[in-house]
T-cell receptor, first 113, second 111 residues
Framework: NAGVTQTPKFQVLKTGQSMTLQCAQD?????MSWYRQDPGMGLRLIHY???????DQGEVPNGYNVSRSTTEDFPLRLLSAAPSQTSVYFC????????????FGPGTRLTVT | TQLLEQSPQFLSIQEGENLTVYCNSS?????LQWYRQEPGEGPVLLVT?????EVKKLKRLTFQFGDARKDSSLHITAAQTGDTGLYLC???????????FGEGTQLTVNP
């Protein structure tokens, strides 16, 4: 099993550009989520999904969209990138919303200039 | 305002020393987790504690959940350079609810 995979590993965008961060898992997990990690602020939840076709907002959803058309994939879209979105983004999955063990991907480091 | 406060934020020690990292909150959590994150990688779960007063050991690491389920500690005995990393605590307010993460403790163990 590959676990949770994320692409790209690094990305540089100009302000106003859009892009999609990819996340996939091969563990048949129902629950998937996106976090951003900034220095001194820990991990903050952006969006999450409890199953295919179901998504909901987390703590910091503004400027991001998600969709969950399959169990395996959970892409994160930046609609119009801003310098405040410079961060490291992590995708995570777990067996269910109530499962205590989350598996994290390796992260995408995004810089917006 | 951070729901989970970790201290210290940075810790640099020599190999062989002992250390304790704290995770505190004014809120009650149904469960609390500790993760370790190495540079360029995602966090990896070390332990989950769910019962007030619970103590779990993982080799040289000892995790404790406070009696009131508002705080937790991670104690490392005889630290090794391989223990270097960012240690994150994360709590769930209720079963099945979303995790809230602390800001992390960056540990550096020097040879």
């Amino acid at each position: 099993n590959a676990g949770v995979t994320q692409t790209p590993k690094f990305q540089v965008l100009k302000t106003g550009q859009s892009m999609t961060l990819q996340c996939a898992q091969d563990m048949n997990h129902e629950y998937m989520s996106w976090y951003r990690q900034d220095p001194g602020m820990g991990l903050r939840l952006i969006h999450y999904s409890v199953g295919a076709g179901i998504t909901d907002q987390g703590e910091v959803p503004n400027g991001y969209n998600v969709s969950r058309s399959t169990t395996e994939d959970f892409p994160l879209r930046l609609l119009s990138a801003a310098p405040s979105q410079t961060s490291v983004y992590f995708c995570a999955s777990s067996y269910s919303a109530g499962s205590l063990e989350q598996y994290f991907g390796p992260g995408t480091r995004l810089t917006v200039t | 305002t951070q729901l989970l406060e970790q201290s210290p934020q940075f810790l640099s020690i020599q190999e062989g020393e002992n250390l304790t990292v704290y995770c505190n909150s004014s809120s009650v959590f149904s469960s609390l987790q500790w993760y370790r994150q190495e540079p360029g990688e995602g966090p990896v779960l070390l332990v989950t504690v769910v019962t007030g007063g619970e103590v779990k050991k993982l080799k040289r690491l000892t995790f404790q959940f406070g009696d009131a389920r508002k705080d937790s500690s991670l104690h490392i005995t005889a630290a090794q350079t391989g223990d270097t990393g960012l240690y994150l605590c994360a709590g769930a307010r209720a079963s099945g609810s979303r995790l809230t993460f602390g800001e992390g403790t960056q540990l550096t163990v020097n040879p």
